[in-house]
């Protein structure tokens, strides 16, 4: 019998045997615990055999009791459970995201320069990559409760000195203490929900972690949008109002529980029983119970307890296969360039013809808000679709609104105005701005922006003038350097993007990317990685993972500028598309389907070469 068969049989005989009033089954513990669980499995395996056939030919009455087997089994904790994990998911979105709008005000309240703005954006990055790789220790030496807890602890102390900083020096201290919390957080939590939910609802509750990622980054934006009107010490409240969440996590947790599977491994085996009969409700536990404690003495047995787990995970195939599937996700979602195009976001809005330049802050929350409400289908669709095809589907149509993206730039840039006029500077510096003939030019460099008229829909009277050091909004000088002045006057300030009649293609590449990349490219690294690694190797194959996306996260963001300034930015998203083409020959051949599988049986997806794992259990 197939295994999806045989599983149809189990949840219909469960379910049926509820809905016929059986007495719940009474939890049994300790020793006698599983004679009693042996009795149950064979009374369910002689329900299975005599009843194989109804329950084959009633599709109807088997949907409807695998819903009522679903109901049953899934208690309300877990869910309780899931999303106080995933308040370590929003908080990795709110503080990555928060900077971008803190730093606007931060620049000017601190006289920040260009190299302190970096500090305080790539520090949290930085400190992020470290302490997820450390994560990778900590979690297996101590449990995951304790790091979330710890993850917590960072957070709510680290929003803290942001919020009170009198200096840059302490604001970039704030800053690494708030990294060293959402490295541990971005790898403990998946792993955590993975560990406590039932299988047929596993990838959607992690799923959820990367929907509250991305509310995180929306809610950020909009908090950015509301304190940006309040010149002084806004930035305090945008950086500080991230202790409440935290806040209310460390609470929780001290009242949830530790993951089941870590204290199976950990001996603590009543502890566990307890823990998982909770998470299960009135479900029998000793199948998986057993089935956990089986798969930790096989896996002992098998790849033995000496060495370095990194060691033995490269010296076994198949946690070497998961590690590479698993590393390889995380590297593709950072290539394929999400956050340079939701940091870019703004401009490319601004060039698709949206001209009030205080809607820009407005503009990025837009942006966030299309990836948050696009997780949310992907939490819709994983448990339908599986992994593989939603991670297939999404970076396809990634890969294509990437090329999209980059001949808006490309049509942008070939039909490019002229610079018709070359004012002198009154100060007479010397600037790189007047030696451009063309816009495209003056765009590609950051120092300049395009000072011009509109004669119906075409430029005239265009100058390439240095832009405000305080304000990409407006020129350092001449026509363009005071707002309100040059609107009046039916001018317009172009920073970063010329003003053609292709920049809706742009804009469409945006949307679409981002209605692509949200439901599966996003989420699928994260879920994918919580569930390929057997229990041994679960703590260290996510700290590297998640390393590996902290790593990439800031390669593509620090060469950005770069790779636009030599590529083109066309060049550049030609570049990401290029990428995410690799990535989806590296999932086609070497990703498999983990849907519905219990933890325990995934590691067999990988015995197979890398390039066949893809194959494997793909239904
Ligand atoms: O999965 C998340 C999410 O999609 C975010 O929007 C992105 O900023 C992160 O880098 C990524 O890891």
Same mark, same amino acid.
């Given at each position: 019998?197939?295994?999806?068969?045989?599983?149809?049989?189990?949840?219909?005989?469960?379910?049926?045997?509820?809905?016929?009033?059986?007495?719940? /089954?009474?939890?049994?513990?300790?020793?006698?615990?599983?004679?009693? #669980?042996?009795?149950?499995?064979?009374?369910?395996?002689?329900?299975?055999?005599? %009843?194989?056939?109804? #329950?084959?030919?009633?599709?109807?009455?088997?949907?409807?009791?695998?819903?009522?087997?679903?109901?049953?089994?899934?208690?309300?904790?877990?869910?309780?459970?899931?999303?106080?994990?995933?308040?370590?998911?929003?908080?990795?979105?709110? &503080?990555?995201?928060?900077?971008?709008?803190?730093?606007?005000?931060?620049?000017?309240?601190?006289?920040?320069? #260009?190299?302190?703005?970096?500090?305080?954006?790539?520090?949290?990055?930085?400190?992020?990559?470290?302490?997820?790789?450390?994560?990778?220790?900590?979690?297996?030496?101590?449990?995951?409760?304790?790091?979330?807890?710890?993850? %917590?602890?960072?957070?709510?102390?680290?929003?803290?000195?942001? #919020?009170?900083?009198?200096?840059?020096?302490?604001?970039?201290?704030?800053?690494?203490?708030?990294?060293?919390?959402?490295?541990?957080?971005?790898?403990?939590?998946?792993?955590?929900?993975?560990? *406590?939910?039932?299988?047929?609802?596993?990838? /959607?509750?992690?799923?959820?972690?990367?929907?509250?990622?991305?509310?995180?980054?929306?809610?950020?934006?909009?908090? &950015?949008?509301?304190?940006?009107?309040?010149?002084?010490?806004?930035?305090?409240?945008?950086?500080?109002?991230?202790?409440?969440?935290?806040?209310?996590?460390?609470?929780?947790?001290?009242?949830?529980?530790?993951?089941?599977?870590?204290?199976?491994?950990?001996?603590?085996?009543?502890?566990?029983?307890?823990?998982?009969?909770?998470? /299960?409700?009135?479900?029998?536990?000793?199948?998986?119970?057993?089935?956990?404690?089986?798969?930790?003495?096989?896996?002992?047995?098998?790849?033995?307890?000496?060495?370095?787990?990194?060691?033995?995970?490269?010296?076994?195939?198949?946690?070497?296969?998961?590690?590479?599937?698993?590393?390889?996700?995380?590297?593709?979602?950072?290539?394929?360039?999400?956050?340079?195009?939701?940091?870019?976001?703004?401009?490319?809005?601004?060039?698709?013809?949206?001209?009030? &330049?205080?809607?820009?802050?407005?503009?990025?929350?837009?942006?966030?808000?299309?990836?948050?409400?696009?997780?949310?289908?992907?939490? @819709?669709?994983?448990?339908?679709?599986?992994?593989?095809?939603?991670?297939?589907?999404?970076?396809?149509?990634?890969?294509?609104?990437?090329?999209?993206?980059?001949?808006?730039?490309?049509?942008?840039?070939?039909?490019?105005? /002229?610079?018709?006029?070359?004012?002198?500077?009154?100060?007479?510096?010397?600037?790189?701005?007047?030696?451009?003939?063309?816009?495209?030019?003056?765009?590609?460099?950051?120092?300049?922006?395009?000072?011009?008229?509109?004669?119906?829909?075409?430029?005239?009277?265009?100058?390439?003038?240095? *832009?405000?050091?305080?304000?990409?909004?407006?020129?350092?000088?001449?026509?363009?350097?005071?707002?309100?002045?040059?609107?009046?006057?039916?001018?317009? @300030?172009?920073?970063?993007?010329?003003?053609?009649?292709?920049?809706?293609?742009?804009?469409?590449?945006?949307?679409?990317?981002?209605?692509?990349?949200?439901?599966?490219?996003?989420?699928?690294?994260?879920?994918?990685?919580?569930?390929?690694?057997?229990?041994?190797?679960?703590?260290?194959?996510?700290?590297?993972?998640?390393?590996?996306? @902290?790593?990439?996260?800031?390669?593509?963001?620090?060469?950005?500028?770069?790779?636009?300034?030599?590529?083109?930015?066309?060049?550049?998203?030609?570049?990401?598309?290029?990428?995410?083409?690799?990535?989806?020959?590296?999932?086609?051949?070497?990703?498999?389907?983990?849907?519905?599988?219990?933890?325990?049986?995934?590691?067999?997806?990988?015995?197979?070469?890398?390039?066949?794992?893809?194959?494997?259990?793909?239904?």
């Amino acid at each position: 019998m197939s295994r999806k068969a045989s599983d149809n049989v189990e949840y219909t005989l469960r379910s049926l045997s509820n809905l016929m009033g059986e007495k719940r /089954r009474r939890q049994a513990d300790g020793s006698a615990g599983s004679g009693a #669980a042996a009795g149950e499995r064979s009374l369910i395996a002689a329900e299975s055999c005599s %009843s194989l056939n109804s #329950a084959a030919s009633g599709g109807e009455l088997e949907r409807a009791a695998r819903r009522q087997f679903q109901q049953d089994e899934t208690p309300g904790f877990v869910y309780v459970v899931s999303v106080f994990s995933a308040l370590g998911g929003f908080l990795f979105g709110y &503080d990555t995201g928060v900077v971008s709008g803190a730093l606007l005000l931060l620049k000017k309240e601190l006289n920040l320069d #260009a190299l302190w703005q970096e500090l305080l954006v790539s520090s949290t990055v930085g400190a992020a990559a470290l302490s997820a790789l450390a994560g990778g220790v900590l979690n297996g030496l101590c449990g995951r409760r304790p790091c979330i807890l710890l993850a %917590s602890g960072l957070f709510t102390a680290g929003s803290g000195v942001l #919020a009170a900083a009198r200096d840059k020096e302490t604001l970039l201290a704030g800053r690494v203490v708030v990294g060293l919390g959402i490295g541990v957080a971005s790898m403990t939590v998946p792993v955590y929900i993975a560990e *406590v939910a039932p299988p047929h609802l596993r990838g /959607r509750l992690v799923t959820i972690n990367t929907l509250f990622i991305t509310g995180g980054q929306f809610f950020a934006s909009v908090v &950015d949008g509301i304190f940006s009107y309040l010149a002084k010490d806004g930035w305090r409240y945008m950086l500080g109002l991230s202790a409440v969440p935290a806040v209310i996590q460390f609470l929780g947790f001290l009242f949830l529980p530790e993951s089941p599977r870590w204290l199976i491994q950990k001996g603590q085996t009543q502890r566990a029983r307890r823990i998982l009969s909770q998470m /299960r409700g009135n479900q029998a536990i000793d199948e998986e119970y057993d089935s956990i404690k089986n798969n930790i003495e096989e896996e002992e047995k098998e790849v033995g307890a000496a060495g370095p787990v990194i060691c033995r995970m490269l010296t076994y195939p198949p946690t070497r296969r998961a590690l590479i599937v698993g590393c390889g996700l995380q590297m593709f979602q950072q290539l394929s360039g999400i956050n340079t195009v939701m940091y870019y976001s703004a401009t490319i809005l601004q060039m698709s013809g949206v001209e009030d &330049d205080r809607l820009a802050i407005w503009l990025a929350a837009l942006t966030a808000f299309i990836n948050f409400i696009f997780t949310l289908v992907g939490v @819709w669709l994983v448990e339908r679709m599986g992994r593989r095809k939603l991670t297939l589907g999404s970076l396809t149509g990634t890969a294509v609104a990437l090329i999209i993206l980059a001949s808006g730039f490309l049509l942008s840039a070939q039909v490019s105005p /002229r610079i018709t006029l070359n004012p002198t500077d009154p100060s007479h510096q010397n600037s790189t701005c007047t030696k451009y003939s063309y816009c495209n030019g003056c765009m590609l460099d950051p120092d300049c922006g395009l000072c011009y008229k509109l004669n119906k829909s075409s430029v005239v009277e265009s100058s390439c003038i240095p *832009v405000d050091k305080d304000s990409t909004m407006k020129a350092a000088w001449g026509r363009c350097s005071n707002e309100t002045v040059f609107k009046k006057e039916d001018l317009f @300030w172009a920073y970063n993007f010329c003003p053609t009649p292709y920049s809706w293609t742009a804009l469409l590449g945006l949307i679409l990317y981002l209605v692509f990349f949200a439901p599966g490219m996003g989420p699928m690294p994260w879920t994918v990685n919580s569930e390929i690694y057997p229990l041994w190797a679960r703590s260290t194959g996510n700290a590297c993972s998640s390393g590996v996306n @902290w790593v990439f996260n800031v390669l593509v963001s620090l060469t950005f500028l770069h790779t636009a300034e030599y590529l083109t930015y066309y060049g550049a998203f030609f570049l990401y598309a290029g990428f995410a083409a690799l990535g989806l020959v590296f999932i086609y051949g070497c990703l498999p389907e983990t849907k519905g599988k219990k933890l325990e049986e995934i590691e067999s997806l990988f015995e197979n070469r890398l390039c066949t794992c893809g194959r494997a259990g793909a239904f």
